[in-house]
């Protein structure tokens, strides 16, 4: 197994500098993910325009692929409706946990940069964490929605 | 004092003990394994898979139950087993001796029967602040199914449970203090014999949780003075699912069966069943006889190394792998009672112990990250978890090079 191709160039600038990152203010639905196993808390904000998220920030406290995956996650969903995100969030999902996925191609971005995650199957969770998290407060939001 | 432990780590040939263990001679992602994950399990020597497959092999049947020859060869290895077990913490009889799954088991097993059918609203249970979770469930479910109350004896900074604060808490009303001898997550030896003194002296009983001491010193329990002593058998190189509790015969006398079933009965009819004599009162069930057996070649097996030599050999170790990580930039050392034993958790500035845990296996460097099944005690130094190693016969210098040498690389990975 090679370092390199977890922690790349990428992942460590996110972990280190995680971009949309701080309470929103203004939301207008947030979520909680917790993994129990290691630790990692992690708070997911979002402001929608129409079905589009128009913003999107998080804070937690994880390891460098959890922070990283958030940090990724938030730059790939901004100004995009449910419809999309849910496709995306499948094909990352396919990207982490299946051991013989297409290699990523260029329409995931810089997202690609999780695929060797695949490899280090005791860290899919912490790349998957914000993603349920996000997945949690959109269907909550949708829930408030449909109880208007 | 550094002379004396180091002619003692020199009399301790760790090199030769490491060939008695086969699982330590292959390699993790290319690089040899260096395995410093003890204090979750050790591994088993040759001796210890040899027993059991002898056992396996010529000698099993059920316990206690036929006339045959196996049958009786399987009940002499059993009950072999606890008289090498009753030996192996100096009790005072095998009746004292009650197998379990491990420490939770024998944990779970006084609550529920001693607590239970002597505690009620009013009394209390004081523990630490530096308890496995085996050590906290069983008592809050306890004080959820009779009414009594769990105190909690604080930790200081270094991760030491101080004897003045735990003394203040100490009531008429405590009926039983349940402490680790050693902290799984810090290191820290508690002061357990002071404990006892106090308690008893109050007219509480006191259950130690053995599961990180006995691997590492000799125990004695009558020296001790304790009431119960609970531990498992793979924590000192024997089975997974095979354990004791130590209790003393006449408390074990007085408590009421906590499982119901085979081997625990003396009499069944439908109006009134009476129970088996100690310590089969309290073994529901068929055993778990091939575990027993392997841990009673665990336990000839760690005195033939000597205890007290392998104690000086691990004191050894931590000494040099905590002067070595210390220097490292970042690091913080979570835990640095005066008295510690065989662990070392730490953390590392930018680096989170997952990402730790994940670079040194990179290395071949096996160890635990994670909050150690203590949570409340990472809650006390603020941080979600640390990296851990914990060292055991088989560790050398050696082992702690390659520790360092991976936390160096970690470092170079995340800059
Ligand atoms: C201090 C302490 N107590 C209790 C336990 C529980 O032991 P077991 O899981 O073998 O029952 C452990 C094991 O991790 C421990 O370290």
Same mark, same amino acid.
């Given at each position: ?8 160039? !990428? ?26 196993? =290691?630790?990692?808390?992690?708070? !997911? ?17 994880? =390891? ?52 060797? !995650? ?7 969770? =912490?790349?998957?964490? =914000? ?13 408030? !929605?449909?109880?208007? | ?373 203590a949570m409340p005690v990472m809650t006390f130094f603020d941080i979600p978890a640390t990296a851990r190693a914990s060292f055991g016969c088989y560790n050398t210098e050696a082992d702690v090079a390659a520790l360092v040498a991976a936390l160096e690389k970690a470092r170079e990975v995340f800059g």
């Amino acid at each position: 197994m090679d370092l390199k191709d977890l922690y790349r160039d !990428v992942i460590l600038d996110h972990n280190r500098q995680p971009r949309n990152f701080g309470a929103l203010t203004d939301p207008d639905t947030h979520a909680e993910g917790h993994n129990p196993l =290691c630790g990692d808390r992690l708070t !997911v904000w979002l402001r929608f325009d129409g079905d589009r998220i128009a913003d999107i920030r998080f804070e937690g406290k994880g =390891c460098a692929i959890s922070t990283a995956s958030a940090s990724l996650m938030t730059e790939a969903v901004k100004g995009k409706d449910k419809a999309a995100i849910r496709e995306l969030y499948d094909r990352i999902h396919a990207v982490l946990t299946q051991p013989d996925a297409a290699p990523p191609d260029a329409s995931l971005g810089k997202l690609a940069a999780l695929a060797g !995650v695949r490899e280090f199957p005791a860290r899919v969770k =912490c790349a998957t964490l =914000c993603w349920h998290t996000l997945n949690a407060a959109l269907e909550r939001s949708a829930d408030a !929605v449909s109880t208007e | 004092m550094a002379t004396p432990l180091a002619s003692a780590s020199r009399s301790f040939d760790a090199e030769r003990v490491r060939r008695d263990f086969p699982i330590l001679a292959q390699h993790v992602n290319g690089r040899p394994l260096v395995y410093l994950d003890n204090a979750a399990s050790g591994q088993r020597p040759l001796a210890v898979l040899r027993a059991v497959e002898h056992y396996e092999t010529h000698t099993h049947a059920n316990v206690h139950r036929g006339v045959h020859a196996l049958s009786q060869a399987a009940t002499d290895a059993f009950e072999g087993a606890r008289e090498r077990a009753r030996r192996f913490i100096n009790a005072r009889s095998s009746r004292e001796i009650v197998f379990v799954r491990g420490t939770t088991e024998g944990i779970n097993l006084v609550a529920q029967s001693f607590g239970r059918s002597r505690l009620g609203k009013g009394d209390e249970i004081l523990i630490s602040a530096l308890e496995h979770h085996a050590n906290i469930v069983p008592w809050q479910m306890l004080c959820e199914q009779t009414g009594c109350t769990l105190k909690v004896a604080p930790i200081n900074r270094r991760g030491e449970v101080e004897l003045e604060p735990l003394l203040g808490l100490l009531t008429g009303r405590t009926r039983l203090v349940a402490v680790a001898h050693v902290s799984n997550a810090l290191g820290t030896v508690v002061p357990v014999e002071r404990i006892v003194q106090a308690a008893h002296s109050c007219g509480a009983l006191v259950l130690i949780d053995g599961a990180q001491a006995v691997a590492h010193s000799p125990i004695d329990v009558r020296a001790l003075g304790c009431d119960f002593y609970a531990f498992s058998g793979h924590k000192l190189y024997g089975p997974t699912g095979v354990g004791v509790l130590y209790g003393r015969e006449e408390l074990l006398e007085e408590m009421p069966p906590w499982q119901g079933g085979g081997e625990m009965i003396r009499t069944v009819s439908f109006e009134r069943t009476t129970y088996n004599e100690l310590p089969w009162k309290f073994e529901a069930g068929t055993p778990n006889i091939s575990g027993a057996v392997g841990l009673a070649a665990a336990m000839d097996y760690l005195e033939s190394l000597g205890l007290e030599a392998l104690a000086a050999h691990e004191r050894h170790l931590l000494a040099q792998a905590t002067a070595a990580i210390e220097r490292l930039p970042g690091i913080e050392i979570i835990g640095t009672a005066a008295h510690k034993a065989a662990v070392l958790s730490f953390t590392m500035r930018g680096c989170h112990p997952h990402d730790l845990g994940t670079i040194l296996d990179s290395q071949g460097v096996a160890i635990r990250t994670g909050h150690h099944c203590a949570m409340p005690v990472m809650t006390f130094f603020d941080i979600p978890a640390t990296a851990r190693a914990s060292f055991g016969c088989y560790n050398t210098e050696a082992d702690v090079a390659a520790l360092v040498a991976a936390l160096e690389k970690a470092r170079e990975v995340f800059g």
